[in-house]
Structure formats: C-alpha cells, structure tokens
C-alpha cells in the first residue's frame, strides 16, 4: 500500500483529498476476485452501524489528479474502484472518474446510494448501496438514484438480520428492482452467510448472495 504524499498543493481546484491508493483482489460485486487499483477518498456523511472504512471519515491527504493517476500507473492494472468513505462527497470526484476513464481504464464507483448520481460519467460502472434499517442510514437512501442507474450498473444490500433481508426482499417488488443486477451481502461477522443464502433460496429471489473475498483473504485490514 502507498500513502499519499504529505505536501499540501498551492489550489485544490485540480485535487482530492485522498486517504490511500492501493493495490488489492476486489472482493465485492461483478468483479469480486480482479486484481484492482483502489483509490479510497476521504470522508463520508454516513455512519452505518458496520463501517469498516471509519478511517477514512478523517485526515487524508490533498492529491492533485496528475499525482493520483500517476500512482494508479505505477500498478499496471486497468480495473480502477473508486471508493471511501463517500467518494462523492468530494465534488471533484466527478473529474477523478472522467479522468481515469478518458486514460483508459475500466472504472467503478462504490457509493452509498445517498448522494445524487445524476452527473456520474456514464463509462463509469456504479455500485451502488442500498441502506437498509439496520444499517442505521435507511432514511439516507436517495431513491431517485434507482433511475440514473445503466445496465452494468449493481445495486448493494449489506444484510444484518433476517429482519432486514424481509426489508430488502419487500424492496425488490415495491422498488420494481427485479430486472436489475443485485447483490445480497451479509455484514461481515453480524449474519451467517448459509442463513442468507438459504433464504434467498427458499424465496426464489433472483439476486446474487455475495461475500467480502477481501475480509476472508484479509480479515478487516485497513488497505487489502
Ligand atoms: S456509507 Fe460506507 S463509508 Fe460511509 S459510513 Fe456507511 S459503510 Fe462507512
């Protein structure tokens, strides 16, 4: 893992404030087990009950997006994640993303659904959470996103309990999100993921149980 540099640019009109770049399996969504370039930026409006990134929320660094695609190069890599934290929390993440896309690279977001995805450039493939209630920011999940989404585009329930699965089962039908790519996650170290698998199963539910391969390479180390 490389940390960003300490020096602080002279503008930040070109620059994000950026926690790590780093190098590592992605272990979730469509390419969970690819080798990826993650670039993690700071902070986050949220507070879900199982962040595993709350390292993120403070400090950082400021880096200008030559530094930042200079470091991404150096891994010779073309899947990039973008991530956080909320990486649309910084306004210029937008400019980061077109970037990365315009020098070649295959790109996708991770967010938390609670910020407008409206002017998301549309090379980018988003991963997009929906915050369910016992995540603590169900009332965070901006809605609206559902129709800015594009065919590559997966949609993320992190589940905590079987109340929770039952929420986000209700959510397939009354959100009309049946036909969409949608990834059922059990929180890391708080559901079983036999429970989860066997209830999508026993309810038919066209949707992908999914684990963390990160956190069973890693466990819940900052930067893998
Ligand atoms: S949105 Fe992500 S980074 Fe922010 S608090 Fe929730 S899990 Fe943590």
């Given at each position: 893992?490389?940390?960003?540099s300490?020096?602080?640019?002279e ?32 902070g ?6 199982y ?16 530094q ?33 896309c ?17 002017e ?16 603590g920011?169900?009332?965070?999940n901006?809605?609206d ?10 949609l ?6 079987h ?26 170290q ?15 539910l066209?949707v ?17």
């Open positions: 893992m490389e940390r960003p300490d020096s602080v640019p503008s930040r009109e070109n620059c994000l404030k950026i926690t790590e770049i780093f190098h590592s399996v992605q272990g979730e969504a469509r390419d969970a087990g690819r080798p990826t370039v993650f670039i993690r930026l700071t986050c409006p949220l507070r879900c009950q962040c595993d990134s709350e390292y993120a929320f403070y400090g950082g660094q400021w880096m200008q997006f030559d930042i695609l200079q470091q991404v190069a150096a891994y010779h890599t073309p899947l990039v994640c973008v991530t956080g934290g909320e990486p649309l929390a910084q306004k210029r993440c937008h400019q980061l993303l077109t970037r990365l315009d020098a070649g690279y295959r790109v996708s977001l991770e967010t938390s659904g609670a910020i407008d995805l409206a998301v450039d549309p090379r980018v493939v988003k991963v997009v959470d929906i915050k369910t209630p016992d995540s920011e169900c009332p965070r901006l809605w996103n559902l129709q800015h989404l594009n065919p590559a585009d997966q993320k329930f992190v589940i905590c309990s109340d929770d699965y039952r929420w986000a089962r209700s959510q397939l039908g009354s959100r009309d999100l049946i036909e969409k790519d949608v990834i059922f996650s059990p929180s890391y708080q559901l079983e993921l036999r429970d989860l698998a066997e209830w999508v199963l026993n309810d038919r066209n992908r149980v999914q684990i963390q391969l990160h956190k069973i390479l890693w466990g819940d180390v900052p930067g893998k």
